[in-house]
T-cell receptor
Framework: GENVEQHPSTLSVQEGDSAVIKCTYS??????FPWYKQELGKRPQLIID?????GEKKDQRIAVTLNKTAKHFSLHITETQPEDSAVYFC???????????FGAGTTVTVRA | AAGVIQSPRHLIKEKRETATLKCYPI?????VYWYQQGPGQDPQFLIS???????DKGSIPDRFSAQQFSDYHSELNMSSLELGDSALYFC???????????????FGEGSRLTVL
């Protein structure tokens, strides 16, 4: 099955700085890569996703890049704000599957 | 907009007891997923249903069973509960043929199970 690795496990940044989280996946057939944000005790919420036919996608302060050859994808958050503090999960799936495989999560803390 | 509804939100059980969690997907969503999330861990896929049929199975213990009903709601039944079953259980739903790659997963607020 798919194995997703995520780094770093914790990330502390100064407000206004950028945050980058990286994930690698094992199944070369995976073609859907969402990112979820989860606040303590809350449900995971999709913040951005990318499909394998695209190398980069941006939504305001959030961007995701995908390198299919190297089997890794990254989340970039620019101009971080305190409300960006949360646990971020990357995930991967193969078209036709009915599940997502999650990375272990990155706890992001934005210092004011 | 309607979201995924889970009940109960909190549940406390003793070891060896049985628990049932319910999930009501977003209207017109045809696929339901169950995930288990332990403290400080990532969500672990348990099982999914597409059009009332089991579509995939993950790390679900044999003590657990689930089904999707004709109205598309789903129930997760857990028997012979163990301390290690204490976790947050999320249900998610999607549409567009139930294929993850074609539709976003919408998560419910979760059901927190505590086994004493």
């Amino acid at each position: 099955g798919e194995n997703v690795e995520q780094h770093p496990s914790t990330l502390s940044v100064q407000e206004g700085d950028s945050a980058v989280i990286k994930c690698t996946y094992s199944d070369s057939a995976s073609n859907y890569f969402p990112w979820y944000k989860q606040e303590l005790g809350k449900r995971p919420q999709l913040i951005i996703d990318i499909r394998s036919n695209v190398g980069e996608k941006k939504d305001q302060r959030i961007a995701v890049t995908l390198n299919k050859t190297a089997k890794h994808f990254s989340l970039h958050i620019t101009e971080t704000q305190p409300e960006d503090s949360a646990v971020y999960f990357c995930a991967a799936s193969r078209f036709g599957d009915y599940k997502l495989s999650f990375g272990a999560g990155t706890t992001v803390t934005v210092r004011a | 907009a309607a979201g995924v509804i889970q009940s109960p939100r909190h549940l406390i059980k003793e070891k060896r007891e049985t628990a049932t969690l319910k999930c009501y997907p977003i209207p017109r969503h045809d696929t339901v997923y169950w995930y288990q999330q332990g403290p400080g861990q990532d969500p672990q896929f348990l099982i999914s249903f597409y059009e009332k049929m089991q579509s995939d199975k993950g790390s679900i213990p044999d003590r657990f069973s689930a089904q999707q009903f004709s109205d598309y709601h789903s129930e997760l039944n857990m028997s012979s509960l163990e301390l290690g079953d204490s976790a947050l259980y999320f249900c998610a739903s999607s549409r567009n043929g139930g294929r993850v790659g074609t539709g976003e997963l919408f998560f419910g607020e979760g059901s927190r199970l505590t086994v004493l």
